[in-house]
């Protein structure tokens, strides 16, 4: 099922210059990593980039591993998002960005990066992308996935028990220490700014609206050439 918030689908412009930029948002968890690759899976190849909010969490050098460990990873400041800002810039300007990459085991950014050039269609995903205004000016369509928090802290601890490296106890100490209380402080209020709210489990609704977007990105798509 899909709520409209401020805004419409008509948003989405005719050319494919400046490109297309969908955000993604909601808690932890909340499958907008799903919804990015629904909207993906359809276009042409070399057509969409997908950008993670996460790779752009601040390097802390300074800091010993334990104290990297200890951080509250769930509030905004920890994003660098005076650089994230300028990449996203620099993709509606048609330019090419040198992402970050980040290690989420060491929790800290890797002296590599990733070169991202033009893409018609760019998809920004992350918890906070909508809690500053001029990250959300610059989104075409704003989507924010709106999942209960039981299944979203079972998918938490699945991810970062496989994919980070964390244990049980210490991926539980901190959903009670930062992730809850910054997910209720920053990340729910931003469903406000959401054009399209998505409920777990839309269902029919959910593939009609999915399949809307996904038609006019392939319009962009074809518009650039792809």
Do not use: W
């Not at 980040?102 to 760019?122: A, G, M, N, S």
């Not at 906070?128 to 709106?146: H, P, Q």
Request: aromatic letters at 8%.
């Amino acid at each position: 099922m899909i709520f409209p918030f401020e805004g419409h689908l008509g948003i989405f412009p005719a050319m494919a210059q400046p490109p297309v930029l969908i955000g993604i948002a909601g808690g932890t968890g909340a499958g907008k990593s799903t919804i990015a690759r629904r909207l993906v899976r359809p276009l042409p190849a070399g057509s969409v980039v997908v950008i993670e909010h996460d790779s752009y969490y601040r390097d802390r050098p300074d800091l010993r591993p334990e104290e990297r460990a200890r951080l509250n990873y769930d509030h905004p400041d920890a994003l660098d998002n005076d650089l994230f800002f300028e990449h996203l810039s620099a993709l509606r300007r048609g330019e090419t960005i040198e992402k970050p990459i980040y290690d989420f085991v060491t929790h800290r950014r890797l002296e590599k990066t990733e070169r991202v050039v033009f893409h018609p269609v760019v998809i920004v995903e992350g918890i906070l992308i909508f809690v500053e205004r001029r990250l959300r000016d610059l989104m075409d369509v704003k989507l924010f996935v709106d999942t209960p928090a039981d299944i979203r802290v079972l998918r938490r601890i699945k991810r970062d028990i496989r994919e980070r490296g964390r244990d049980f106890d210490s991926v539980r100490r901190q959903y009670y220490d930062t992730v809850r209380p910054m997910h209720l402080e920053f990340v729910e209020p931003c469903k406000q700014h959401a054009d399209l709210i998505i409920p777990e489990g839309g269902g029919g609704n959910l593939d009609i609206a999915l399949e809307v977007i996904t038609d006019r990105l392939q319009k962009v798509a074809s518009a650039a050439g792809h």
